[in-house]
């Protein structure tokens, strides 16, 4: 849920600077039912009906889910912003994949919000020995925050893209002054 804070913080920042809602409208993603099949996918692996039978197959699917994502996203690097999104998304995926097909998260973050290691398939997991422990989920929002989770590196960077993402979308298109018209070149005698 740490994106839904950069969502939020995006449109306010886009408000308070002069942007319009309008330009969201106007944004050209390509690609994109890819994104919103891969994050359903993982919406419905991580609800406890799934994530309680999935079993062996939650890595894989994980894995894939998120790869879907990460294509999709790929094929829009042109849009300001998403260069960020995928730097966040690959950070994530590479400590995902470099452990088994688990987010590791450390016990402290997950302490902090008053939680403990899941006992079925989720997409955090406490691993004692995490390859690649800088990009693991190693923060956590406050307690008090709704929605509040535990983050990674990678989110932090996917949370700044997809705020620049909107803010720079927000502005596209804004009236402003218009471009002065060029200066004639005198007619030759």
Do not use: C
């Not at 950069?6 to 969201?24: E, K, Q, S, Y």
């Not at 932090?156 to 804004?174: D, E, K, N, P, Q």
């Amino acid at each position: 849920m740490f994106i839904l804070y950069a969502l939020v913080a995006g449109l306010v920042i886009g408000l308070v600077t002069g942007g319009r809602l309008g330009g969201l409208a106007k944004l050209e993603f390509r690609w994109g039912g890819l994104i919103a099949l891969g994050f359903l996918a993982q919406v419905l692996l991580f609800s406890d009906a799934v994530a309680s039978r999935v079993g062996d197959l939650g890595p894989v699917l994980y894995v894939a889910s998120t790869l879907l994502v990460v294509v999709a996203v790929m094929r829009n690097a042109r849009i300001p912003g998403v260069p960020l999104v995928l730097a966040g998304a690959l950070s994530n995926m590479t400590a995902i994949v470099a452990n088994g097909g688990y987010m590791p998260a450390t016990p402290e973050a997950l302490a902090s919000l008053g939680k403990s290691a899941p006992t079925i398939y989720s997409n955090s997991a406490v691993v004692p020995d995490p390859n690649l422990p800088l990009l693991i989920d190693r923060f956590a929002l406050p307690h008090w925050l709704p929605f509040a989770n535990v983050f990674s590196l990678g989110d932090v960077l996917l949370a700044i893209g997809v705020a620049v993402l909107i803010v720079t979308a927000m502005h596209r298109g804004r009236p402003g002054r218009q471009p002065a018209e060029p200066a004639s070149l005198p007619e030759a005698a």
